[in-house]
């Protein structure tokens, strides 16, 4: 079992950045995946982007050159980073872990970007 707490959303304009975070209650050295999805207004989840255990990364193309997941195993934390933001990224975004066939969420943070 894991918690999930995301943090670091706000609002900000058009072509700034924003880092979120995703604080793990175990080490997320021990979870398989750790992923960021997000759910704008009025349309259902998409997902974003994902981390595997052994650290390869893979991004959805509308946020592939601009946004970056990296973590922090003594946090116990994943962070994406989002550069040259634009008005279609605002959203709540959610991360997930998935250890073997179970997956968790936290509870999201919202993101506004205002063109």
């Known amino acids: 079992q894991v918690q999930l707490v995301e943090s670091g959303g706000g609002l900000v304009q058009a072509g700034e950045s924003l880092r979120l975070s995703c604080t793990a209650s175990?080490?997320?050295?021990?979870?398989?995946?750790m992923g960021w999805y997000r759910q704008p207004p009025g349309k259902q989840r998409e997902w974003v982007a994902t981390m595997i255990n052994d650290g390869t990364t893979t991004y959805a193309e509308s946020v592939k050159g601009r946004f970056a997941i990296s973590k922090d195993l003594a946090e116990y934390t994943m962070y994406l980073q989002m550069n040259s933001l634009k008005s279609e990224d605002t959203a709540v975004y959610y991360c997930?872990?998935?250890?073997?066939?179970?997956?968790?969420w936290g509870q999201g943070t919202q993101v506004t970007v205002s063109s």
């Open positions: 997930s872990a998935q250890i073997l066939s179970r997956i968790w």
């Open positions: 175990r080490s997320i050295s021990t979870i398989n995946v």
